[in-house]
């Protein structure tokens, strides 16, 4: 007998311990697969629904056999519209394939088909829709629609074509198809600055000094492979959202690096801060290369508002590198240390001076 309790006892708490593992392991591959599943550019065919086919009948009851016509018209096919939801983090969710509901045929007695219900997309707030490379749509507001694709027209039973020279119509037309387009999604983060850099440059590990984002960090280069965005309170209450981009690399333009991808996210935000690892041998010529690869993708960008974060300061050789970047920039220079926190006050109070002195248009 008490063999058998401590058996059991074993089991229930071997049980646990696999539980307990299974939970962990889960947890870790969700968080792989999170970090994976960031997607900002999507090809979707989208194919509205048909329109429903009209009826040819006659009316028929006792003493009334030709009681004339009575077909009713179809239904319209239900369009395909794109819809800004604010929880949607990502384009992933998206399909490739869109096919919308095609509405209901019409029938006899004048009975009309039924109009079918749209399709929705879901798109995170940013996201801009093309098509052969021509802008259709910018949807930047919460709850914004746009009817990517509109569902083709019911058609007319032979009700529709009574007239007093046709007293019998047997037309009845079919329901026109639905509009069949391919656009492209591309989702640009929505921050009024962004954190512009090279890897490892300490990006992330500034994001989660100035923010209450909680971006990974880690001792190696391309730590961070998709747009984080922070949030910034101050003590009136406004709100000014800071993105870490992922970092550039010298020849981003051409797309080195998915650098495409990631100059995208920039395009939208207002304030730029170009963060220099100043432990580096020369890091004014990262700042040279980083507006260089900025110009060569949208001269535009070069307009913004932009200041320049020191950043590790509390390594000797960045102290040095101080001095020679202030006397080579014109931009203010913000000397600050991510790691100890050194500093960042100061940045948090210039990046609102910088969104106060600038206006949206700007």
């Known amino acids: 007998m008490l063999l058998e309790k401590h058996m059991k006892l074993l089991r229930l708490y071997g049980g646990l311990l696999l539980q307990r593992a299974h939970k962990h392991t889960a ?33 028929s009851e006792p003493r009334k056999e030709w009681g004339g ?23 992933s ?23 079918a219900s749209p399709t929705y997309i879901a798109v995170p707030v940013g996201t801009l829709v093309k098509e052969e490379g021509r802008a259709l749509a910018d949807l930047s507001q919460h709850g914004q629609l746009y009817t990517v694709a509109y569902g083709g ?32 999604l591309e989702l640009r983060t929505m921050a009024h600055a962004a954190l512009v850099g090279f890897p490892n440059a300490g990006k992330s590990s500034l994001l989660r000094a100035i923010s209450n984002a909680r971006p990974a960090v880690a001792a190696y280069p391309f730590t961070t492979l998709k747009p984080h965005v922070g949030i910034v309170t101050y003590r009136d209450h406004q709100q000014l959202a800071v993105a870490d981009i992922p970092g550039l690399i010298p020849g981003a333009h051409l797309n080195r690096g998915l650098g495409v991808s990631f100059l995208r996210h920039i395009e939208r935000c207002r304030l730029l801060l170009f963060v220099l690892d100043m432990s580096s041998a020369e890091p004014w010529e990262q ?7 900025l110009d060569q993708y949208n001269p535009q960008l070069s307009h913004r508002p932009r200041a320049i974060v020191a950043n590790k300061m509390d390594l000797p050789e960045a102290r040095r590198n101080l001095e020679a970047l202030r006397s080579r920039v ?12 050194h500093n960042t006050a100061q940045l948090i109070l210039h990046l609102r001076e910088m969104y106060d002195s600038y206006p949206q248009n700007s």
């Open 27 to 59: 947890a870790r591959l969700s968080e792989k697969k999170l970090s994976r599943c960031f997607v900002d550019h999507r090809r979707v065919k989208v194919v509205a629904g048909s329109g429903g086919n009209g009826a040819s009948s006659f009316h």
């Open 69 to 91: 016509p009575d077909g009713g018209n179809g239904g319209a096919g239900g369009d395909i519209i794109i819809k800004v939801d604010r929880q949607v983090r990502s384009l």
């Open 287 to 293: 700042l040279q290369q980083l507006c260089f690869e």
């Open 153 to 184: 027209a019911g058609g007319k039973g032979n009700r529709f074509f009574l007239s007093n020279e046709n007293r019998a119509p047997l037309t009845a037309t079919p329901g026109e198809k639905g509009q069949e387009r391919v656009v492209q």
């Open 330 to 341: 014109h931009q203010t220079v913000i000397p600050v240390s991510a790691l100890t926190g």
């Open 93 to 115: 969710s998206v399909s490739p394939v869109y096919h919308g509901k095609d509405g209901e045929a019409g029938s006899s007695q004048n009975c009309f088909g039924r109009n």
